[in-house]
Structures are given as C-alpha cells and as structure tokens.
C-alpha cells in the first residue's frame, strides 16, 4: 500500500495507520491464526493489524491505532484481498483449469504430499506429458492491483511460445511452464543442441531473460526460480515446493539477486536446517572481529573470490583491480582471522561464515 | 521529452531506523545527462529504482514531465531501463530482442521494423540482427540491450552501472558510445556509475551521494574545482585529492598553514576569507590535487613561499605523467602527478612547490569547503 493510500486510510479511520513487518511468531503471539490470509485482522489491545502480505516467516501488517467495528474489519479485509485471487466471471476455460492445478498443488504441499502426481480428474493432464521448463516466478511489485490472469498468460505466450502453462499459485505467484524445446532454440540454427552440461546455463540465461521481460515490460521487481525439465504430471507438487524453497533461500542469503537456482543453493538449504542456537555458537567461536564483515570491501571480495572458485587472477579480473591488490586483502583476512581462503579447509569455513553473517546481517 | 523532478524524495525500508534515500531534491532538465555516482550503499540506485518505480517511494513527490508519477507501474512511466545485468533474451535474435517491447506495446508491425533497423544502425549492429545472444560479444551484448531501450523512444533513460560487466577496454569505448548517443537522441538520462571517471566523463551534471544524503550537484568542472566538502573533494579525483591537516597562522601579515614538513604562505584572497571567518589560529585540513604539487623549476622558482621537500616513497611511471607517492608531508602519504619526463626515482629527496592559488581548505569538524560555503 503506498503512502498515499496510506494517508487516506489514516483519514477514513480517523486514527494514525502505519505499515509494519513482523515476523511470523509475533503475529501468532497475539493470537493469529497459523495460516492467515490477506486481509485478515487482529484486534489488540489498542490497535488492530491487519494482514497485507505473509510472506514465509515475516508477515506485513498494517497497523491501525484504533479499535475497528466489525463492518470496518470486514470491509478493509475484503479490500486487501486479492483481486484477482479466485477466478472471475468470464474466465477462460485455461484459466479455471489453471486455477484448479494450481488449489490441487497448494493443497498437496499443505499436505506434505509433494511426491503426488496429477490426478487424471484434471483436463490439463493430457498435456502436461512432454518435457517442460518449470519457471517459478513471485512478484513483488508494490502495486495494489495483481494482474490478471488473462494478461499475464498473453504476456508469457508472446516471450516463451504457444506451447506452454500458466498457473496461479498463491497471492503474485505463479508457475510458468515452458516447452523444453526452448533449450534447443537458445543456439543458433547452425549450431548443435546444448550439450548436458550447459542445460544449467542455457536454464539460467532463459531465467535471467524472463526476469528482465517481467521487470522491465511488464509488473516490476520480482524474483524467478528455474528447475532442470520435468514431466509435469509426475513432480508438479515437488518441483514447485523445490523452487519456492529455492526463491526463499535465495532471497535469504543473497540479498540483491533475483534469480535463484536450485542447483545453487544446496549450501544454504542445509545451513538453513542447523537450529539458530548453534548457527550462533558457531559464529561467535569462528568471528575473531565481529567487524570483519561489515567493510562492504571485504564482502565483495569473498563473494566474486568464491565466485570465481577460488582463482586469485580470474577474481582480480573480475573485481578490476590488480593481482596484488586482492593478495593483499587476503592477507589482510589471514592476519585478522587466522583463516586463509586460498587453503579449502579455511575457504569451507569462511564460505559459511560469509552465509550466515548475511542472515545475522539481515536479521 | 521530458524532465524529472524529485521532491523532498525518501526511502525507508520497512524495520530500517534509517533511511536510504534522505530528502533528495533534484530538478533534472529535459535531455539532460544526469549522472549519479558515489560509493557502494550511497543510495544512488535506490533512487534510479524509484525512478523506475522498481522501489517505493517512501515520502515525496516524483515528477516525470508535469505529472506525478509515484503510484503509476513502471511500465506506464514512459521510460526504458539499461541496467548492469542487462539480460537478454537469449532465445530470441536480436531483432526479436528489440522488437519484443514493442510488439508487447501493440505497435504495428511496420513501425516496429523501422524503429529496429534505425536503431541497429544508430548502434552499428545491423548485421547481427539475426544472431542468438549466445553468440555475441559482451559489447555487442551490450549494444543490444541499449538498442532494445532505444526503440522505446521514452521520455527518460534509465541506467544503472550498465557498463559493469565490461572490460576495461571495451567500458571506454561504450562510455564515449553512450555519451555519443545520447546527444544524438536527445533524451534525458540518469545513469548510476561508482566509476567517477565515467560520470566525469559522461555527465552534464553529477550528483554525488553518500549515505543516502545528496552532496552536492554541479557540472564536472565544478565538482572537481570546487567542491563542497572533503567528500566530494576525495572522491572526484584520480588519483585523489592530497589532505593534510595543519594550522594557520598569521606571521608578518600574512596567513600561513603550517604541518609536519609544510610551511607555506596563504595567497591574499583566501587568507582575506579565513581571517574573516576566525580561522586563524585553528586546525584545518588542506586540499592540494596531486597535478598542482609542482617540480619544474620555472614553477619552484616563481612560487618561493610554497615550497616544500619530500621523499619519493614510491614512483609509478605511466609514460605521459608519473606519479610520486611523497613522504614528509603531513602525517599520510601525499600523491604528486608530475611530467612522465622528469627522471624522478624512488629513495630520492625532492622540491616541490604547491600552486597555493588551486588549495582548498576544510573545517575539520563540519568538513566543509570554508572557501566554497
């Protein structure tokens, strides 16, 4: 809700309105439902909250300092709902198949019974046999108004071809199935199809290209996750719960990326798991200076160093600056912490002190 | 064509104390070139992204042209973006690259052909026209990308560290290719750079951020001549500009700053401020660039009261100019810019005159440019 909006909601309640992120725990502290929805509210003792957006373990909430009515409750809640979260009138026959793939999916994971496969009640099956590209893309566009399905899907028919799937998933999140014959068309007529190994890159090129095509033509800032090809109507439910897992470790560790790939983030995923109290205790017995992280310097050179897995010269290249320069910083951290990333035993370390220290960081 | 104005623009981010973007007030004038630079973190494409409606704006007004454009999609602000991960669409040539915004924008088929081939050539990439991205260069890459903004014709360009991925070789080259082209369309653009070699180089105007804080907007000339305070003063500048910090003090009628190994006399004119302002008698830092520290001896013998001596720690040979690295000067190393020719080696002792009438002097507490304010 932008600060206009804002504003006006001030006047109509007649009471201060702020928007605020809390996390998950605060919200079912003070009696939240466990699995809310937009436009749900909660009344405190001097204030109501109202739910703008769950997202995993932060929830944005609108924060009213008055006590609401109950029609004002209801009105305000149905206002945030989103528009264009159940089918409308006149929807496409795509667009109710789509819809109903995509409650079968979100019941499935609810569930947690992501090794389902499509059910033959669903008229989509039939075509959801061949090999296809999963691209999972969320939407972050500080925007009131969702697009409409109808939009959308004419918008992905024009960047990826004909032959493909758009699924609402939940509130500006949806699966977007493309053909893998995709991957053949990355390369030049004259040139042969990608060879195994270069699928990964091909995938992340075609995930980096649809991220710049939603940004920039059409609803803003978003995040994108690719899987490697599937056959649909056998790992629809994990693959999605895999790349929404994928965009969540991706956006926790590394702040400022907005495509994520599963293949990417196996590091995260396990260091993800480790309980909070030992995560800690590992950082304070490796962090010699709790400084250490925060010259921007020192972080940037790890990142593109680890990036260019390990390589003094190709890191210096890739940084701009000379070989000697970045031999000194290193050094630097050797005195400083006693860890030297060009030895892989102090790289796995540091690497995973870098992880976790931007997850403290963020916190 | 149109200008953009920011006002009173902020950017909080939710459970942030502190705000990103402060205040930020700019007029930017129709087809002006608008550069905004400063470190990482300063908030400059934070600013660019609200710009494209990629961010929030917290508080303020944004302008583009004579409408206010906060709550309006990025895609409906009539502006095209080039950014650092300029990410083509790799299945499609690069006439369908270009070709894609508009297509998307129901333009007609034969409009969108002559805005392609017009800009392929603007760009000189006609030939590739029919090649996947796969197989071009990262300047071709690069072209494309500029190409697919092009055919837009919007009334802003957007850029932000577009040149980043590039090699030093090629990043020069795209720079006067960008500059050039932008002067042909006649567009305003705001292009975001960490690089001050390219927003000196580029800008009409830059505006230097730091902290989320504008320090000062001003042509390249000004910025580099007279800059605000110590910031913009060691930032535009390479190498940078030398501070040593000192006292000044009146001696036979005249005002001298005094440190380790420099005792020079003020010129009137400037003397004439800081006596003004009470500075005599207080700690202030000089600025002296490394090219007005001077060794020919024309210039030591015309500048005898601001003469000082040093020793050559370190000497770097670019051919056309040498850089000396002096010590003896204050309490941190000072960088003289010399002529290449001079034969001037490490271990040496050497004389130098600073041309006193380029210095600039700061508060050290407030660290502004007491002669500017």
């Known amino acids: 809700m932008n600060k206009s909006k804002l504003q006006r909601l001030q006047q109509l309640v007649g009471a201060p309105v702020e928007v605020r992120v809390i996390p998950r725990t605060e919200w079912e502290q003070a009696g939240g439902s466990k699995h809310p929805e937009t436009g749900d509210c909660l009344e405190r003792a001097d204030s109501s909250w109202l739910l703008a957006k769950a997202d995993g373990s932060e929830f944005k909430v609108i924060d009213i300092r008055a006590k609401l009515t109950p029609l004002e409750r209801e009105l305000l809640g149905w206002a945030l709902k989103p528009v264009n979260a159940k089918p409308q009138a006149g929807a496409s026959d795509s667009e109710r198949q789509a819809r109903k793939l995509g409650d079968w999916i979100e019941q499935c994971i609810a569930a947690g019974d992501v090794r389902a496969e499509v059910p033959n009640q669903f008229e989509l099956r039939n075509r959801l046999f061949d090999g296809m590209i999963p691209f999972l893309l969320q939407n972050e566009q500080a925007d009131d108004r969702e697009p409409s399905y109808a939009e959308l899907e004419k918008v992905f028919r024009s960047f990826i071809s004909d032959d493909m799937f758009l699924v609402p998933l939940r509130e500006r999140e949806w699966l977007v199935l493309g053909s893998d014959r995709l991957l053949a068309e990355v390369d030049s007529p004259e040139e042969d199809a990608p060879e195994q190994d270069e699928t990964k890159e091909v995938l992340y090129s075609l995930a980096t290209g649809l991220h710049q095509m939603f940004t920039e033509e059409w609803g803003g800032e978003c995040h994108v996750a690719v899987g490697m090809p599937i056959i649909p109507t056998e790992s629809l439910v994990q693959t999605v719960s895999t790349l929404r897992e994928t965009v969540y470790l991706g956006r926790r560790f590394h702040i400022g990326m907005q495509v994520h790939l599963p293949w990417m983030v196996h590091l995260e995923r396990l260091l993800s798991g480790i309980p909070e109290s030992t995560r800690a205790r590992f950082m304070e017995e490796m962090m010699g200076r709790p400084d250490l992280f925060t010259e921007p310097e020192t972080i940037t050179t790890l990142d593109a160093f680890f990036a260019m897995d390990c390589n003094v010269s190709e890191t210096a290249k890739k940084l701009f600056i000379h070989r000697n320069t970045l031999l000194y910083r290193l050094d630097k951290l050797k005195q400083e912490t006693g860890l030297d990333v060009r030895s892989f035993n102090d790289a796995v370390l540091v690497r995973i002190m870098l992880l976790l220290y931007k997850v403290t960081k963020r916190k | ?373």
Do not use: W
Request: proline share 4%.
């Open chain 2, 1 to 373: 064509m149109a200008g953009v104005r920011l006002e009173h623009v902020y950017k909080k981010y939710p459970g942030s104390d502190k705000a990103s973007v402060t205040d930020f007030n700019l007029d930017i004038q129709d087809k002006e070139f608008l550069v905004l630079v400063g470190p990482s973190g300063c908030g400059k494409s934070t600013t660019l992204r609200m710009i494209a409606g990629l961010e929030e704006i917290s508080e303020g007004k944004l302008y583009i042209g004579d409408r206010v454009v906060n709550d309006v999609a990025p895609k409906d602000r009539d502006i095209a973006m080039v950014f650092q991960s300029y990410a083509l669409y790799p299945h499609m040539n690069v006439y369908q690259n270009m070709a894609f915004g508009l297509k998307l924008r129901k333009f007609r088929k034969d409009e969108i052909d002559r805005r392609v081939r017009e800009a392929a050539r603007t760009l000189e990439i006609e030939h590739l026209l029919d090649r996947k991205p796969k197989a071009l260069s990262g300047g071709q890459r690069q072209r494309v990308a500029l190409g697919r903004a092009i055919v837009r014709e919007p009334q802003v360009f957007l850029m932000d560290e577009p040149l980043s991925n590039l090699d030093a070789k090629l990043r020069t080259q795209m720079r006067a290719n960008i500059s050039k082209l932008m002067k042909r369309l006649e567009t305003t653009c705001i292009y975001v750079t960490h690089d001050q070699i390219e927003a000196m180089t580029m800008g009409d105007r830059i505006v230097v951020m730091k902290d989320g804080f504008i320090q000062q907007a001003a042509t390249p000339e000004e910025l580099y001549n007279h800059p605000i305070n110590l910031f913009v003063a060691g930032f535009i500048g390479a190498p940078a500009m030398n501070f040593i910090t000192g006292q000044l003090v009146e001696e036979g009628g005249s005002v001298h700053f005094k440190a380790t190994g420099v005792n020079v006399e003020v010129p009137e004119g400037k003397a004439k401020v800081l006596r003004s302002k009470g500075y005599i008698g207080r700690e202030v830092i000089i600025g002296v660039r490394p090219e007005d520290l001077h060794e020919e001896p024309v210039f030591i013998e015309a500048s005898p009261k601001s003469i000082v001596n040093a020793s050559i720690e370190v000497s770097e040979n670019l051919g056309h100019e040498m850089y000396l690295y002096l010590n003896g000067l204050g309490k941190d190393s000072v960088i003289a810019r010399i002529d290449g020719r001079s034969g001037l080696q490490e271990g040496q002792n050497v004389k130098l005159a600073i041309d006193m009438n380029k210095i600039h002097v700061f508060d050290t507490e407030s660290e502004l440019n007491i002669l500017e304010n």
